[in-house]
Nanobody, 124 residues
Framework: QVQLVESGGGLAQAGGSQRLSCAAS????????MGWFRQAPGKEREFVAG????????YYTDSVKGRFTISRDNAENTVYLQMNSLKPEDTAVYYC?????????????????WGQGTQVTVSS
């Protein structure tokens, strides 16, 4: 069983930056693909970014390409989401998730473990 705890959310200005962290414990983090998702009020949870088990491959949804960067530190059992050039439409609860697979997963229901989420609010 993997436990995931996100941190780093809060209020940001449009054009600003935030860095989210997700600390994993209790499982085989270093052999799991990781992902970041977000859910805005009244909308479905959507894939934001994914990274493979080694950290050598990443994938992003189109709306965040060039602005967000996912990375991981397997020695620290942590995955990060660096968010730059934030926009009001990035406002959502952000979740990290772990999948029992080595390769990147972009489908929500293929992830096995989820964090509790952290709120990111971007003001204009």
């Amino acid at each position: 069983q993997v436990q995931l705890v996100e941190s780093g959310g809060g209020l940001a200005q449009a054009g600003g930056s935030q860095r989210l962290s997700c600390a994993a414990s209790g499982g085989t983090f270093s052999s799991s693909a990781m992902g970041w998702f977000r859910q805005a009020p009244g909308k479905e949870r959507e894939f934001v970014a994914g990274i493979n088990w080694k950290g050598t491959s990443t994938y992003y949804t189109d709306s965040v390409k060039g602005r967000f960067t996912i990375s991981r530190d397997n020695a620290e059992n942590t995955v990060y989401l660096q968010m730059n050039s934030l926009k009001p439409e990035d406002t959502a609860v952000y979740y990290c998730a772990a999948a029992k697979t080595y390769t990147i997963v972009i489908v929500t229901n293929m992830y096995d473990y989820w964090g509790q989420g952290t709120q990111v609010t971007v003001s204009s």
